[in-house]
């Protein structure tokens, strides 16, 4: 390498630089959110119209004994092997399904509550609240909601 060369390359670096800082950064259009794996369900007499995720959580977890319209909570939920019941643990509780089934034989070892009714399925869980008052579920997104309330769930 020549001499001179040495000196044009030490001279263009920082102005390459700054040419670069200067330059406006290009806009990269935000993430779309990926469609949620379930879908909250409840009885269609229930007069709630939209549940938090804590919210949802507490009735869950049997934390919460009602619903926000007054009504007494009866959740249901997949089986514990189920996709679903994963993603819902996972989104919902933060949790995954060994930790929250974890959770429940503490309480139930110490007698003072036992976990939500299990249903084996999508088709289980609406039927089981299409005919229960008082009944909240989650199905799988593709899951058809006949004779249920489909809620929408905020952050």
Known sequence: MRPWSLVLLLLAAPAAA????????????????????FKVIVHPAAKITSIAKDELSRVFLKKATELKDGTAAKPVDQSSGSAVRAAFSNEVHGRSVASVKSYWQTLIFSGRAVPPREEPGDDAVVKYVAATPGSIGYVSAAAKETGVKVLPVAP
């Open 18 to 37: 700054a040419a670069a800082a200067a330059a406006p950064a290009q806009a990269q259009a935000p993430a779309a959110a990926p469609a949620p794996a």
